[in-house]
């Protein structure tokens, strides 16, 4: 297919914008993540996150032929077949809804004891952010061999939507770091999310629009209480009355 023949370039298009969906959860686990270490340490280990996430997914597409035998069962059990790709879905999401449910225990008992959940150190957030970005490059580059025969199509996709995510990457931090609520439903996300990382791994195919949408309800429920509580909770103007002389 020639680059830039009008098939390529909507390709190049419609994967782009899929690889700016699929870095959103991303974000949001760099950023939660970061969110635990010192105020010095959160923009230094944001980078580095996205680093690894660039990395890891050009060095993955230049192995095209390792990963399209990843999907290739190496264990069957009566009618199930079990492939590399299913189980590091299977394991990146129980990893996922495990780290999730930590990080609601732990701010549930901060706020029981009136104390900030405790932080992580550096190298144990590095840890972390790098398994997430090893799952959610999988997947990632999954879909765009999916929609593209052409490795520097899915490369140049692959870097405009990572730059995307480094340029919203400190809005979104600090939106999620001034909002409580808003971080703990982040983290729900997360948690459906490694749900539905795991029944993908079980081969029980769940259609994105179904958690995009759910998202975004929940998002715009939660916007809404925003606004209420701001209105509700804003000074009303002090009303002088005139003194007749």
Known sequence: MDF??????????????????????????????????????????????????????????????WIIGLSKPFIHVNQFALSYRDLILIVGGLFLVGKSTSEIHARIEGTQHNKAPKKLSFGSALIQIFILDAVFSLDSIITAVGLSDIVLTMIIAIVIALGIMLIFMKPVNNFIQKHPAMKILAIAFLIMIGTVLVIEGLHVHVPKGYIYVSMAFALGIEFLNMLIRKRTTSPKPVVKRAVNQ
């Open 4 to 65: 830039f023949s009008t098939e390529n370039i909507v390709s190049l298009l419609t994967l782009t914008f899929l690889e700016i969906i699929l870095g959103i959860d991303n974000i949001v686990f760099i950023s939660i993540v970061s969110g635990r270490l010192p105020a010095n340490q959160q923009k230094k280990a944001q980078l580095i996150g996205i680093g690894l996430a660039l990395v890891g997914r050009i060095i993955l597409l230049l192995t095209i032929t």
